[in-house]
């Protein structure tokens, strides 16, 4: 079950990984869209009032894409055998623990109680949060830190079996390649999705 959870590459050829991506990959497009959330980033994950099949299906490219460019440039890098399907396959699959944030949004209970949030902290009337409000926020937290947290494992493991990743340097290197990989998604949505 660990090895499922975080590190599946090591169990599966990448013919069963490439189609469990796409299907998880077209699922949280659908998700997204039901459940009004945001995958605005590669790392980000919000919630809206209302998100679009388009808003949410371009948002997913955009994430699929710099995934892809900036690790399979970085993985040809660090070892010229590193495989494109290798890459697409760890692109596809790293966004599924994000998914397991959107039943929290359900009803558009997160974004109501975020923008209640929001006028509370900002309120000088109202200096302090409720016990219920402050669960909510601890809450929502954790579990964010959690999927972040599970999210860069997963990409680590798979980076790592697609490179053969060893060094100090290339660990280095695969840091940086997660925040390059966030600019672009961030630079790709503000052009194409935004403007839709």
Not at 17 to 42: C, E, M, P, Q
Not at 53 to 72: D, H, K, M, Q, R
Not at 154 to 170: Q, R, S
Request: with cysteine; proline share 4%.
């Amino acid at each position: 079950m660990k090895t499922l959870l975080f590190n599946p590459f090591k169990k599966y050829s990448e013919r069963p990984l490439l189609i469990f991506g796409l299907i998880t990959s077209i699922a949280g497009v659908v998700i997204a869209t039901l459940t009004n959330t945001r995958f605005d980033g590669v790392l980000d994950t919000h919630f809206a009032k209302e998100v679009s099949l388009t808003t949410a299906g371009l948002e997913s490219l955009c994430n699929l894409f710099s995934i892809v460019l900036v690790f399979f440039i970085l993985g040809k890098f660090i070892n010229s055998k590193t495989r494109f399907i290798d890459i697409l396959n760890l692109a596809l699959i790293v966004k599924i623990p994000a998914y397991f944030l959107t039943p929290l949004n359900y009803n558009n209970w997160i974004h109501t109680k975020t923008f209640h949030l929001m006028d509370t902290l900002g309120n000088p009337l109202i200096p302090n949060l409720s016990p219920t409000d402050l669960l909510i926020l601890i809450g929502v937290g954790a579990a964010s830190l959690v999927v972040l947290t599970w999210f860069i494992i997963v990409l680590y493991n798979g980076f790592k079996i697609a490179t053969n990743l060893k060094t100090t340097a290339h660990k280095v290197l695969f840091v940086v390649g997660i925040i390059t990989a966030e600019i672009i998604s961030k630079i790709l949505i503000n052009q194409f999705v935004l403007k839709v």
